[in-house]
């Protein structure tokens, strides 16, 4: 690599993440057992293991495909050897910071911006911790930078082809995590006031983006309607609706633990549920996800529009109030944790529950000194970042007078903090934070030369 900055950077990413891949030893059986295959990651273990040795989906329908055939393709190769599959997470990691530096380099044409946005990328805690995750994350944040590139390439190129690759991307990113799923309809819209070209091709690669995205969905689509009767992506709307928005909003609106609402919804799901699906329903809160199918998650659907229906202002309160609390999020726990250091771990209650006044007290009152100035540090770091970006925001659109760079970036946070909404954990800032570090950039490389 020529440019010896940029080189020695990502060189700086890569060994930060391997440290703390080295500290949390994932081929240990125990840390395995205890630390790896825990929450989403036993479902996605299970999967890939159908993909790579049975080569089939275990007639799951509450998962897309993306994720789960990735970790196959390295359990069809080494074995089921989850630390392989985390290594190669690291590399994915650095990779999506390049393409943060190259997505500078097509916006403000100033490597110096690139520079200090990868620096802040390669910092960023989250972005290092969740590479030991089996999760989506990692592999979620490559597809979404590198369709971002290609996109801003297409804007400001106008070449066809280029809409046509970034759709691709787009399809595959959203069948690695569906919360993607209404993007591209922003990003339509994003193409056609664009002033550079004519109206029709304006159109032209709007439709061609969002049509290529769109139909990237339509084989797995179609394989769960052909399959369960139900032309979908999964099934996992209904249950969030139901077990994170419903329920969380329910939590901060009476006060009772998490498991308390969600046993009293599984019990209201049930009475709820057809005849012929009343026996199939949970009987309780361990038992929601067990056999959930298209027909299961409508029912839990159902009541979660009629519970937020009812409850419409304290839902949206909560909600607003999650897309705050995901900036604020220290995610010191999981850090801990995956330092092998002492936690105080918090329930779900615990949380996802109170105002920011009564979470910042509880942090306090609750978790271990080493924690509070772990949290402390996180928490600074992140501050830096908002203000900087804010005044990069600023710096962008009234000094450069870059209306549509500052809108595109404004859009693409929005949407992310948004739709993430009340449930707040500190990785779903991972898709967005890189964007935030582009503006830190514009304000800290202007400081730069004021001070030179």
């Known amino acids: 690599m020529r440019d010896k900055k940029l080189a020695a950077i990502l060189l700086f990413a890569l060994l930060t993440r391997l440290v703390v891949f080295i500290i949390f030893q994932p081929w240990n059986e125990t840390v395995v057992t205890n630390d790896v295959f ?49 290594l190669a997470q690291i590399l994915l990691n650095v990779i999506s910071g390049y393409l943060l530096f190259k997505i500078s380099e097509r916006l403000f044409f100033n490597k110096n911006i690139g520079y200090i946005a990868l620096i802040l990328f390669a910092l960023d805690p989250q972005q290092i911790i969740f590479t030991t995750y089996l999760y989506t994350d990692t592999l979620f944040v490559l597809f979404f930078l590198w369709s971002m590139y290609l996109f801003i390439k297409a804007i400001q190129e106008g070449k066809s082809r280029l809409f046509f690759y970034s759709g691709i991307l787009f399809g595959l990113t959203i069948l690695t995590r569906p919360i993607a799923i209404y993007f591209p309809v922003l990003l339509f819209v994003y193409i056609i006031v664009q002033r550079n070209f004519s109206l029709k091709m304006k159109l032209r690669n709007a439709v061609l983006f969002t049509a290529c995205a769109y139909l990237m969905l339509v084989p797995w689509m179609y394989r769960n309607y052909k399959s369960y009767d139900h ?56 038992q929601r996800l067990h056999g959930l199918t298209f027909e299961k998650s409508d029912v839990y659907n159902d009541v979660a529009k009629q519970y937020l229906k009812k409850n419409l202002f304290s839902a949206i309160k909560a909600h607003l109030s999650g897309s705050v609390k995901l900036h604020l999020n220290m995610g010191s726990e999981v850090i801990m944790q995956r330092l092998h250091l002492p936690v105080k771990r918090w329930t779900d209650t615990e949380k996802y529950s109170g105002s920011i006044f009564t979470l ?46 500052a809108i595109f970036i404004v859009m693409l946070v929005g ?13 779903y800032r991972l898709p967005f934070m890189p964007f935030y570090m582009l503006l830190s950039g514009i304000c800290i490389s202007g400081w730069k030369r004021r001070i030179s």
């Not at 007290?361 to 080493?370: G, I, L, P, V, Y």
């Not at 772990?374 to 600074?380: D, E, F, P, R």
């Not at 949407?415 to 990785?427: D, E, L």
Request: net charge positive.
């Open 415 to 427: 949407y992310f903090a948004f739709i993430s909404g009340i449930f707040y954990t500190p990785r």
């Open 231 to 286: 032309f979908a992506l999964s099934s996992i709307n209904g249950y969030n609706l139901l077990f994170y928005n419903a329920a969380y909003t329910e939590v901060n609106k009476s006060h009772k633990t998490y498991d308390q609402v969600c046993n009293e919804f599984v019990q209201l799901a049930k009475s709820e549920a057809p005849e012929n699906l009343k026996s199939q329903m949970p009987q309780n809160i361990e």
């Open 360 to 405: 910042a007290k509880r942090f306090f009152n609750s978790k271990t000194t080493a924690e509070v100035i772990l949290g402390l540090l996180v928490l600074g770091f992140l501050f830096f970042i908002y203000i900087t970006a804010f005044i990069g925001l600023v710096q962008l659109s009234f000094v450069q007078k870059q209306w549509m760079t």
């Open 38 to 86: 825990i929450y989403d990651a036993i479902g996605y273990n299970i999967l890939a293991k159908c993909i790579a040795f049975n080569f089939s989906f275990c007639a799951d329908t509450f998962r897309t495909p993306v994720y789960p055939a990735f970790v196959a393709l390295f359990y069809w190769l080494f074995g089921v050897k989850v630390w392989v599959v985390l």
